[in-house]
């Protein structure tokens, strides 16, 4: 691609790091963008700019907040000895959409996948098997997709926890959820995690 400007070889070149966008899609952006106001393209920067520099994830569940403790965990209308295990954020968004789970998350960060090189070391996994072991927690929920990553997270997870005091649960399949939990409609998915199943049920069915 040629380009008539150093600066918006630059912008485009910038806009095309994000996942999905190409460089077609990147110069289509641009241009829009210059074709508001100035002060629209400031606040998209700025807004960026301010989540990278405040964005802060919650001690206990590892949730996005703009709080120490996120306003999930510090509700007291919660359940706090429910905590659903998911993968990112966005299946908080999508189980909180559903308005009917009432405990509370622990977001992993992501699954154990070899392929990606992601090992169990770089997900919040030890301080969910702490918060178990501390005997805080009274049922554990398993929301990960039903995929190979998201078995094989399950599973690694279960060990270390199956000897403690706990139940451990994992949102109804079949039901419902296809390769990720943050596409499934909420009626479905709030009716998978409502009719859970026992994990050890989980893993003799799939
Ligand atoms: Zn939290």
Do not use: W
């Not at 295990?85 to 968004?93: F, G, K, L, N, Q």
């Not at 509370?104 to 919040?124: A, C, F, M, R, T």
Request: with cysteine; glycine share 6%.
């Amino acid at each position: 691609m040629e380009f008539s400007s150093k600066l918006l070889e630059k912008a485009v070149n910038e806009m095309a790091q994000l996942p999905g966008i190409g460089k077609r899609t990147a110069l289509r952006l641009v241009l829009h963008l210059l074709k508001q106001p100035k002060e629209q393209t400031q606040l998209l920067a700025s807004a960026l700019t301010q989540l990278r520099e405040d964005i802060r994830f919650c001690s206990r569940c590892h949730n996005i907040s703009d709080e120490e403790i996120c306003y999930i965990c510090s509700n007291p209308a919660r359940e706090q000895s429910v905590v659903c295990v998911v993968e990112d954020i966005r299946d908080v968004m999508a189980l909180e959409n559903t308005g009917l789970y009432k405990g509370l998350y622990h977001v992993l960060g992501g699954k154990i996948s070899p392929i990606d090189g992601v090992g169990p070391s770089q997900l919040n996994i030890p301080s969910l098997v702490e918060k178990v072991k501390s005997g805080a927690v009274k049922e554990i929920i398993f929301a990960l997709s039903s995929t190979m990553e998201g078995d094989t997270t399950n599973f690694y997870i279960y060990r270390q926890i199956k000897d403690s005091d706990v139940i451990v649960s994992a949102i109804a399949r079949g039901i419902a959820i296809g390769d990720e939990l943050e596409y499934a409609d909420e009626v479905t998915l709030g009716r998978s995690i409502l009719h859970r199943i026992p994990f050890e049920n989980a893993i003799k069915n799939s």
